[in-house]
């Protein structure tokens, strides 16, 4: 909670802990480390595992927070001390099985995770390729481990120096987080609008019947008031489809071409307008919108 007099006595705390743990560490990074925001960008996050104490469980899952959903998980890799392949397999769109043992666990809003045969072994790298966009002036993508067959087990990755990712990686700035410098010039708290399809005809046939939009909402450093709303050429109301406070993210919604009261809408151009408050100013993108029968 928010109030600060809501909770004022702590009565119990409890705390699960596993032992032995999975690895002495898990040291991760992110590669590229700057990129255009709202962008498809493809990155590779490389785990590098150290299990020097004995007795250490090892770990056969990954899991990485992300910013919004994430287009497609495209590689998976492990390596081994000395840098030779043991297990690869590049998932084509919608494929969730590949060979030796790679898998794709879940694909979540805000979060991926892979499973792969367990690794033990000192000094192997899991090599993870996925595409995604960022929304924010500074993202973290935090890294977590487990192990299936310990119900519950996790233990979170460290940011660091793992791999070599490539000519642009300097092993000094290494680290889990990505940055988008360009937002700041761009002052936009609204992109990648899509209306699909567009025109669409509402005439109960079942075929293109509603028209699905998406926006991302950039920037905000905390939830701002956003309204999506229709409007007619002359300037006239029609429907309020969303009006809510929300944060960074990627959002869809739909329209069937009916009114506030539900009533039909004669066929025509009508005109879609999000607004987003945020913190140093509002932000407006309108996008014609043509509804035929």
Do not use: C
């Not at 255009?36 to 004995?54: L, W």
């Amino acid at each position: 909670s928010n109030d600060i007099q809501s909770a004022r006595r702590l009565e119990h705390i409890s705390l699960s802990y596993l032992t032995p743990p999975l690895a002495d560490e898990f040291v991760a990074e992110i590669f590229p480390r700057q990129v255009e925001v709202s962008t498809s960008t493809s990155f590779t996050y490389a785990v590098r595992i150290r299990m020097d104490s004995p007795d250490l469980l090892g770990f056969d899952t990954f899991a990485i927070t992300t910013p919004i959903r994430v287009e497609q998980v495209e590689q998976v890799e492990i390596l081994d001390a000395q840098g030779q392949l043991v297990a690869s397999h590049a998932f084509a769109q919608g494929d969730t099985a590949g060979g030796s043992g790679l898998a794709i666990n879940a694909i979540a809003e805000d979060h991926f995770s892979v499973r792969f045969p367990p690794i033990q072994a000192d000094d192997s790298l899991l090599k993870i390729r996925f595409r995604a966009s960022v929304l924010a002036f500074s993202t973290e993508f935090r890294g977590q481990a487990s192990l299936s067959s310990e119900p519950g087990s996790f233990q979170n990755s460290t940011s660091g120096n793992s791999a070599d990712l490539g000519a642009e990686d300097q092993s000094t700035r290494s680290g889990t987080t990505v940055l988008s410098p360009s937002i700041i010039r761009s002052e936009r708290l609204i992109d990648a609008l899509e209306l699909t399809p567009n025109p669409f005809t509402p005439n109960g046939d079942g075929i293109n019947d509603q028209v699905a939009i998406t926006y991302n909402i950039l920037a905000l450093t905390k939830a701002g008031a956003v309204a999506v709303r229709l409007y007619d050429l002359s300037g006239r109301l029609v429907h309020t489809l969303q009006q809510t406070a929300l944060s960074n993210g990627r959002y869809a919604l739909s329209w069937d071409g009916r009114t506030a009261d539900g009533h039909l809408v004669p066929p025509g151009v009508y005109l879609l307008g999000i607004t987003v408050a945020g913190d140093q100013g509002d932000d407006l993108r309108a996008h014609p919108l043509s509804v035929a029968y």
